[in-house]
């Protein structure tokens, strides 16, 4: 027990107290049992008189320590202990013979606190079990050797700026790794060894604030540092400290200030409304989100002039005018505007500065306008039909600058209307209410300069004119009637009531009033007074086999000045009736279709318009194939000159061709090269064969192509086309003569062709053509 301080040498004595060995059996029971009678020999059974040892950690002793011994009521000198489990042999060893347990290592309670073992008895010689083993625990005592440990070594948190004194920020947590069955071994308790004079700690970690006003604009994060250590004192110098970061969270506390005193602004006068005037600029040192500046005007009185509107980004006053800005009225505005915050926190905010006040200046600059009218719009009346000298109405504007420029008006787009230049307004031609009841139209006016008009200055007003109504317009039937009557309808029957429309307006008091133009027929109009009538029959019994239907001329009339009336004429139609007195036969008049003589015109011109335009295509395209025939004639032609009175010598014959025999007999054409138009001789014209013996040189095939050019040159209504084509030159004469047509009109020939029968049955047909026939002579 050397070197043990008393308080752990009182530990000790405790820990040995309870030690102490306690015979019980192998389950733990307590063994009490003895052989009492001396005079019977009994078998004592035999038992393990313990179950676990203890030892203290980190023991300061000489190694081994001990920690226990093994007992067993067995009383053999032969018996070995022999230990088995967790660390036996080397951890933990036993003396064989006494079965004292002993410790090579100091021990950890905080790596291992408890360790199974089983004991083992045997017999020395014979290792035979001399019991059956037993599992005890050896259970480390612990002792306060570890210090509190902060969880993690950086905590962070946060708290309202402005709190109270008190208010919670934050929780921090050390543990401590002893037992905590010991008193004073894990109880930790904190405290705040930086940072202390702004805020405090408990026994249990939470954070509270040492002071009511912890301003964030002051100092926005806060870094404190808190030590934890157990009940006995014992702190760890790595571990036992941790790290504090509180960031104060913003409330709006802080009013909003003006960054200058003085605002000067200028702005032109055609400013549009809402239109931006100027900035003014504040400056709050709270956080966005908590940044609501309020404007308003303190002096001056331009409140009904401008307004300002604050950002909720950049949290500025933008000026914006509330109606138009007049240079010549008032070329400078001057007043004070104040910046509050209308959700500021008085509480917090007595001591941080009171309302802001700046003076704001605006210069309206002078800029050439456009002319002003006197009325945004205007309204006249003119009545219908009337004198087209006569005014309907004035329109009045004038330059608002100060040069004061004339004015010239005029409308834009009105087949009705006109407007002097000193804006009168009258009509182009009389106006019918009946066609248009309104009229709208737009008048410009102009500054002129040297009765010049000022480009980019004109302004437009709208004016309605309303035309009143005359009675003009006679009634008519309100709708289109084919009253029917039976030929046997008794007197006084009703055949059809009608009424009447007027076109002009129609106002409450209009009444209208029937009549007939004859009262010799057999119906008569009764007026109920009402603007409608009834017909009726007068006498009865129509024939219709005499008249199948009657014309009723009515005439209608109205009350209004000067009074209008018109003669509608009724056609009412006789049928067959029953006797109950319904129709069952009436033969009614195809209805006559209308049509007026415009849509005639129009139906006129439409088949004119398709008639041509027909014309023109059959032309078109009858133009385009005599033009595709003519191109295909041309390329079809090919620049062979044929001799159509020679034959060739057949296959073997490459020579039979000569072209040197054409030549050309048309002298006269050479003699008159420009001939009129009826006496010109074709191109493609017949060309008679030369007189000779048909050896020519080459000197007439080169006059006859000249000649062909010549006349091809001369011709201004041939197709512009280089080529020559000859048909009607033959060549020089050969032995059988021609066999075309051209030049065979005469049947003159002293040809004998009976050599043809000597060529074979080939040619047999040609010998009889041409042969020799029958004189006169032999045929009588």
């Keep these: 027990m050397a070197g043990l301080s008393s308080t752990e040498m009182a530990r000790c004595c405790l820990l040995l107290l309870s030690l102490t060995l306690v015979p019980t059996s192998a389950h733990g029971e307590d063994f009490t049992k003895t052989a009492v009678n001396s005079n019977i020999n009994k078998r004592i059974k035999r038992e393990w008189i313990w179950n676990k040892m203890h030892i203290i950690e980190e023991h300061n002793g000489t190694l081994p320590h001990h920690v226990g011994r093994i007992t067993s009521t067995i009383r053999n000198p032969n018996a070995k202990y022999v230990l088995e489990g967790e660390g036996a042999g080397t951890l933990f060893r036993v003396e064989d013979s006494t079965g004292d347990v002993s410790a090579n290592e100091r021990l950890d309670r905080e790596k291992k606190a408890e360790y199974h073992l089983k004991a083992h008895i045997l017999d020395r010689f014979t290792n035979k079990s001399l019991e059956q083993p037993s599992v005890f625990r050896i259970i480390v005592y612990d002792i306060n050797d570890n210090a509190p440990v902060f969880v993690q070594k950086v905590f962070n948190g946060s708290v309202l700026e402005m709190s109270p004194l008190g208010t919670s920020v934050t929780k921090v947590t050390a543990v401590d790794a002893d037992d905590p069955t010991i008193l004073g071994n894990t109880r930790v308790s904190y405290k705040v060894i930086q940072g202390n004079q702004y805020f405090k700690i408990d026994d249990t970690g939470t954070i509270y604030t040492a002071v009511p006003d912890l301003d964030r604009e002051k100092t926005p994060v806060y870094t404190i540092v808190v030590e934890a250590v157990d009940g006995h004192g014992l702190h760890s110098e790595e571990s036992g400290t941790a790290t504090v970061r509180i960031s104060l969270t913003d409330i709006n506390d802080n009013f909003p200030t003006f960054r200058k005193k003085n605002f000067h602004f200028e702005v032109p006068e055609n400013t549009r409304l809402d239109g931006e005037v100027g900035r003014l600029e504040v400056e709050d040192i709270d956080e966005p989100q908590n940044r609501n500046t309020k404007y308003s005007f303190v002096q001056g009185p331009y409140q009904d002039t401008f ?158 004119i309303k035309v009143t109504d005359i009675n003009d317009n006679a009634p008519e039937f309100a709708d289109v009637y084919n009253p029917r009557v039976c030929e046997n309808a008794a007197p006084g029957k009703t055949v059809i009531m009608i009424s009447a429309v007027d076109k002009d307006e129609m106002s409450p008091g209009v009444k209208f009033k029937f009549s007939l133009v004859s009262e010799e027929s057999n119906f008569t109009l009764i007026d109920n007074h009402d603007s409608t009538a009834n017909v009726t029959v007068k006498y009865g019994q129509f024939n219709r086999e005499l008249v199948k239907t ?210 074979g049955p080939r040619f047999k047909m040609l010998a009889e053509l041409y042969g020799l026939e029958p004189s006169e002579d032999l045929l009588y």
């Design 550 to 759: 009657h014309y009723l001329p009515i005439i209608i009339s109205d009350n209004g000045s000067p009074q209008q009336s018109s003669t509608n004429t009724l056609s009412i139609h006789v049928c067959k009736c029953n006797e109950e007195g319904d129709f069952t036969f009436c033969e009614e008049p195809a209805k006559q279709m209308g049509v007026s003589v415009q849509a005639l015109l129009a139906i006129l011109i439409c088949i004119l318009t398709i008639i041509v335009i027909m014309v023109l295509i059959v032309m078109r395209k009858r133009h385009r194939k005599d033009l595709n025939i003519l191109r295909k004639n041309v390329t079809d032609i090919h620049e062979q000159l044929v001799a159509y009175d020679e034959e060739g010598g057949g296959e073997m014959d490459t020579t039979s061709y000569d072209v040197s025999v054409l030549n050309s007999v048309r002298q006269t054409s050479m003699r008159s090269p420009r001939m009129t138009m009826e006496n010109r001789p074709c191109v493609y014209s017949r060309v008679q064969k030369p007189p000779g013996n048909g050896i020519s040189g080459t000197g007439e095939m080169g006059i006859m192509i000249e000649m062909k050019k010549d006349e091809a040159d001369n011709d201004g209504d041939l197709l512009p086309y280089d080529t020559l084509h000859i048909y009607g030159y033959e060549g020089a004469e050969s032995i059988a003569e021609s066999l075309s047509s051209l030049g065979s009109g005469s049947s003159d020939s002293d040809i004998d062709y009976d050599f043809l029968n000597d060529w």
């Design 307 to 464: 307004r300002i509107e604050p950002n909720p980004f950049t949290n500025e006053g933008i000026i914006r005018p509330k109606k138009p800005l007049d240079f010549e009225k008032v070329s400078s505005y001057k007043f004070d505007v104040e910046a509050t915050d209308a959700d500021i926190n008085y509480a917090y905010s007595r001591t941080k500065g009171s309302k802001s006040i700046a003076s704001v200046t605006i210069k309206v600059l002078d800029v050439d306008e456009p002319p002003v009218f006197s009325k945004p719009f205007y309204i006249f009346e003119v009545q219908e039909e009337s004198d087209i000298k006569k005014v309907i109405g004035s329109v009045s504007a004038h330059d608002p600058d100060r040069a004061k420029r004339k004015i010239r008006y005029h409308i834009l787009r009105s087949n009705y209307f006109k407007i002097s230049t000193t804006g009168y307004i009258s009509a182009l031609k009389p106006l019918d209410r009946e066609e248009s009841a309104w009229h709208n139209i737009t008048v410009a006016a102009n500054e002129l300069e040297q009765d010049r008009i000022v480009p980019n200055l004109e302004t437009h007003v709208p004016v309605y």
